[in-house]
Every structure is written in C-alpha cells, then in structure tokens.
C-alpha cells in the first residue's frame, strides 16, 4: 500500500500536464519501461503510454512485489498513460482503481488492436468497435470508480462498418459513458485477412474523417493516430504550433492532412478540441527525431545541441543503476533495445548492433546491459570517430510522398491505387526499402529489422 501512495504522490506533484500534443503509442515489447525512460532522455512533454495491460493480469497479481512488473515506473515518466485491454466492466474498473492507486496520469481502454490475439480471445480491442455498448459500460464503470481520466484508443471502423455515420455512432455511443477524449487510427481494421501489421499498412488512412469528428463533436476531444512517422508531420498536423519553421506553409498544412482526398479546394482550419497527434514506429525506428520536440511542438526555449554520445551515456548510467547484470540474453536484448534506432540510415549501424549482439552473449560481466551499451559505443568510435559527437538533427518541414515516376500516386506496389496519400510512408521491400515488421498493436512483438543478428524475443 505505501508503495502505491508513494507513486500517487509523485503523479500529484505534476498532474497538471496541459495538452497532450505528442503522443507515443502503446506497443507491445517497445514501450515498456526502459523505452519510456529512454523517451524521457529526449523530451519531457510528450506523453508516454504503456504497453497494454489485461485486466485479469492486474487482478490476478495485486501482491506489490508482481503488480510492479506489470506497473512499476519511474518518476519521471510523466506524463504517462496506462492502457487496459478487457471488456467486464467490473474487472476494468477494479484494475483502473489499482492503476489509479500507482499514480497514473489517465488510464485508457484498447479497442483499436485488430491482433486476432486480442480481438478473438477475451474479447478486446477492436472487435469491441462492433459492441459499442460494451464500450460504453466499461468506460462507465471505470469513470465511477477512479478521479483520473478515462479515455478510449480506437479506429475509424472496423470489417465493414467504416463508414463516417457508423464512426459517429459509436463516439456517441461510447461518450454516454463518459469518455470526453477519442485517440483514432484514422483507418479501419479487417479482423480476418489481414495481420496487424497489415493493418497499419492497407487499409487507407482518412484523415479529414478526424477533423469532422471534431466538428460533429465540440464538446468532446480527439487525438489522431496512423502514418505519422516524423515531427515535420505532426507539426503540420498540429497547423505548426508556436512558430513556423523554414518551408512549412499553408499548403503543407493540406497536403499533410489529404485534404484534397475530400474534394474540398480548401483545408478546414484546426479544431480546438484536437488535442494531439500520437506516433508509434516513428519514435521507436528513429528515436533521435524527438530529441527538440519540446521546442518545436511545446514551444519551449530551444535546446543546446545534443550528440549521441551524451544520450547513450546517460541511458548506460540508467542502465547501470537499474540493470545490475545481464541474467540472460533475452532481457538484456531488451534494456538495450530503445537504443537500437540510433544510427538508423547512418554509418556506425552495424558496428553499433554487431558489437552489442555478440556482447550480450556472454555469461560473465561483459554480458550486463551497461557494458554492453559501452562496448557498442567503443566500436562506433573505432568504426567511424566522431559520429558519437555529431549534433542530432533539428526538426524540419513536413516532406509529403511525391508521386512516383511509374505513374502510380505514390503508394507502394501491390497496393490498390486511388486510395489516400499516407497509406505506406516508407518505401516497400520490393522497391529496395527495409522491411517494417514493428507491431503498434499490443499483442505482437516490435522489433526492428536489420542485417546483423541480433536477437529476437519471441511472442508468448
């Protein structure tokens, strides 16, 4: 008990947070808590969120010593966002109540994982968009039962019910419960036929959908989700909050949210209930980019110029401190994995994730996750001097997909053409891109791909 008070009081002291601008989605087997800490090393506004949690995980291990593997977190991590998944109103608001008494800033319930893990077993995530009045109960039952806010992840739609009238169906459904923020994958899902990471990828992105919700909606708040994978983008989603940086103009602020896919000739202006813009891959695949985002999405004082090197060294202090050795190569893959994204594009990457995968191979000293994090560093430096020391790259404007000289509209090949500008941000493998098998759902395991062997923690 005095454990939970002691993270209660902590969330009192900073439970004024202001609007959630950025946002880093919940991925399953990414941000856990050596990830968020490692967020919190870039910036100190952005939200954190948590893996996704069953209920019956919490419920069924309240002793402190088990909750606070499934809990626990630092500090400083706020703010910070703990999700749920379930769909039994009463044992989503008993584990909202716990979640509570740890101190969380809000506490979100998942009904946007289209994982048939999640949506065929139990019942939850995106299978519930087809039961919004299960929605409704659980979000009730959890608002009477904690002071912190309730808030529900979902997506445009889900098989066939995905058009607007069915989305409007459901937030007012769903909203008598008492939810009063809507975080949206502004594309459907297909529970069958389709994976989760396929689910990120195929369905098209409808962005203007979100801008009327928030139109239909004033007196609730929405926050968008899907394709966005860099600051340039969320800034111009945002209508590039605070000042405006060199080449982000009107018609970037419409052509980041499609706005010609409406047939509109002009962009409807930003919604004051639009609360933010959230980002899962994006963080985790180059995480650096988030290193000014207090400057250029908060509007803080502009940062002194950070390296790599000063990052890394204050993660292997963290590591030092929580990770006293390498118990075994599964969990030291995984304190070292939020630094896996460092060098993504650059040179120093194989050296970096070479040196690192054979060193957390071994048994002895050398093994422990701080070691391990000095010994890559050491091969970097040796590889290609002065890359540690190079400033990290400030934000720049907003880049949209150009066409392709094939005369497709700029989605990959394979996929179906005349479908919104976003669908696929990155090149396809058959176009010479790297793979992208990082699962936003928080079911599947993320990982990043890359030519060195390094090793993968298998889903359970």
Request: proline residues 7%.
């Amino acid at each position: 008990t005095s454990h939970f008070w002691e993270h209660s009081l902590a969330a009192m002291a900073g439970s004024e947070h202001g609007r959630p601008l950025l946002q880093i989605a919940p991925m399953m087997e990414v941000t856990y808590r050596d990830f968020r800490y490692f967020m919190r090393l870039l910036t100190k506004r952005t939200q954190l969120w948590t893996e996704m949690v069953v209920d019956d995980t919490i419920l069924h291990n309240l002793e402190t010593e088990k909750c606070e593997r499934f809990l626990g977190y630092n500090g400083q991590e706020h703010p910070i966002v703990c999700q749920l998944g379930g769909s039994d109103p009463t044992k989503l608001a008993a584990a909202a109540e716990v979640v509570q008494r740890y101190g969380y800033d809000e506490v979100n319930l998942n009904v946007g994982c289209p994982s048939c893990r999640v949506a065929c077993k139990g019942e939850f995530g995106c299978s519930l968009m087809k039961r919004p009045e299960v929605v409704r109960d659980a979000i009730h039952a959890m608002s009477r039962a904690v002071q912190i806010p309730v808030t529900v992840k979902c997506r445009l739609g889900v098989d066939d019910l995905d058009n607007q009238e069915y989305t409007r169906k459901f937030v007012t459904t769903v909203k008598q419960g008492g939810c009063k923020h809507f975080i949206i994958h502004a594309r459907k899902a297909w529970l069958n036929g389709l994976s989760p990471a396929q689910n990120r990828t195929v369905p098209p992105l409808h962005y203007p959908r979100i801008l009327d919700l928030c139109n239909h909606f004033p007196d609730l708040n929405f926050s968008i989700n899907g394709g966005i994978t860099d600051i340039g983008h969320a800034r111009a989603l945002l209508n590039f909050p605070h000042q405006r940086l060199e080449g982000e103009t009107a018609e970037l602020y419409a052509a980041a949210w499609d706005w010609q896919s409406t047939g509109s000739m002009e962009a409807c202006p930003i919604p004051s209930n639009l609360q933010g813009v959230m980002i899962g891959r994006g963080a985790m695949n180059t995480p650096c980019m988030l290193w000014d985002v207090d400057h250029t999405i908060y509007g803080e004082e502009k940062p002194e110029p950070m390296t790599r090197r000063q990052l890394l060294e204050k993660y292997r202090l963290y590591l030092e401190d929580s990770h006293a050795d390498g118990s075994s190569v599964g969990s030291t893959h995984l304190a070292l994995k939020p630094t896996l994204g460092m060098f993504s594009d650059l040179r120093g990457n194989k050296a970096f994730r070479g040196t690192a995968d054979a060193a957390m191979r071994k048994k002895n000293e050398e093994g422990a996750p701080a070691r391990v994090l000095e010994l890559a560093m050491e091969a970097v430096d040796a590889a290609n001097p002065g890359i540690l020391d190079e400033p990290l790259q400030g934000t720049v404007a907003f880049r949209p997909l150009a066409p392709k000289q094939n005369g497709t509209n700029g989605t990959p090949q394979g996929t179906p053409q005349g479908t919104p500008r976003g669908q696929k941000r990155k090149p396809s493998v058959a176009d010479g891109g790297s793979a992208d098998s990082v699962m936003t759902c928080a079911a599947e395991t993320g990982q990043i791909p890359d030519a060195s062997p390094l090793v993968t923690v298998s889903t359970q």
